[in-house]
């Protein structure tokens, strides 16, 4: 998810979800600034408010506001380990095999030698068994084409029944997302329903992160953080074709521009109980938001006139 990819701000959710999914043990994003040197620093400081290389996220708004999201995802676990384990058999004569026929420098040797469907990753954990005896499967098990791809927890769903237009959703108690081509579909994840409006790429992302209380006990207090990224370039930035590949060296310059989502968001808390708040560029609370009624919730609009890439929201006891 290299910049200027106009879709990369996914990133950081879609890594985070699935590699909790796996059990993972920790995740490194490269890189939080890859330059290494004070080379491209022209004005003493690393704040140059505009992204300029393919690898750099501190500078990336849509991506560093995603990764906060994302850390709630994979550091409490808020997606759960695969239920299922599949474990092929890997052992060292197999991988000095494997390193000496097909291996290469970016790919020595490696679980994707054994071709194993990209499906396995999206439902259940995929692991190699190097014992010198290994206990597991000699070759990857063929899955079908079922769609859409629902992890065996239920939590995370990959469809791509849609060509073209495909969509992941994460629906846990305490966070709920939406990431990748709308079409035209409202999404009901619990009992929070996310409608997103027309957008330059009919993409975005829309994530939920409950830093206090949980979706599954709507009763009780809860302190929400949302995040809504879409199309996200540089001021002056141009591309080197319509397909939006490639800038060459014309990154542009400061500051970098994010797309305004326009959003329908339904929570199951009663509007009397509910604030919220639009978020400035330092996460304290900016404009306070309208919260209207809906069937047995509340509902937040949010358009240009409340442009901001998060926001937060309150809600207080019965």
Avoid at 206 to 216: H, N, P, R, T
Avoid at 293 to 301: F, I, M, V
Wanted: glycine letters at 8%; charged letters at 20%.
């Amino acid at each position: 998810h290299a910049s200027p990819n106009t879709f990369s701000s996914e990133g950081p959710l879609l890594i985070a979800a699935y590699g909790a999914l796996q059990d993972w043990d920790g995740i490194y994003l490269f890189a939080y600034d890859a330059r290494h040197s004070d080379a491209h620093d022209t004005d003493g400081d690393w704040d140059s408010g505009f992204f300029d290389n393919f690898f750099d996220m501190n500078q990336h708004p849509s991506k560093m506001v995603n990764t906060a999201l994302a850390a709630n995802l994979f550091r409490r676990a808020d997606v759960a380990p695969a239920e299922q384990q599949i474990r092929v058999n890997f052992n060292a004569e197999r991988e000095l095999g494997i390193l000496a026929s097909r291996g290469s420098a970016w790919n020595v040797a490696n679980a994707s030698h054994l071709n194993p469907s990209p499906r396995l990753a999206h439902t259940h954990r995929l692991a190699l068994d190097t014992d010198d005896a290994p206990q597991g499967l000699d070759e990857p098990p063929a899955m079908d084409n079922t769609q859409p791809l629902v992890s065996d927890t239920g939590q995370l769903t990959w469809d791509l029944s849609r060509t073209g237009k495909g969509v992941v959703l994460v629906d846990t108690e305490h966070s709920k997302a939406v990431i990748g081509f709308i079409d035209g579909r409202e999404f009901t994840l619990g009992g929070v329903t996310i409608a997103v409006g027309g957008t330059e790429q009919d993409w975005a992302t829309v994530a939920l992160s409950a830093q206090k209380g949980s979706f599954d006990q709507p009763e009780a207090p809860a302190r929400l953080l949302l995040a809504t990224t879409g199309l996200t370039d540089n001021t002056g930035m141009q591309w080197t074709s319509a397909a939006r590949n490639s800038v060459g060296t014309r990154w542009g310059r400061k500051p970098s521009r994010v797309e305004v989502i326009p959003l329908t968001l339904t929570l199951p808390y009663a509007a009397e109980r509910v604030s919220a708040w639009t978020l400035n560029a330092t996460g304290q609370r900016a404009q306070s938001l309208e919260v209207h009624g809906a069937d047995n919730g509340s509902r937040l609009e949010l358009n240009g006139a409340t442009g901001s890439l998060w926001y937060e929201i309150d809600v207080q006891a019965p």
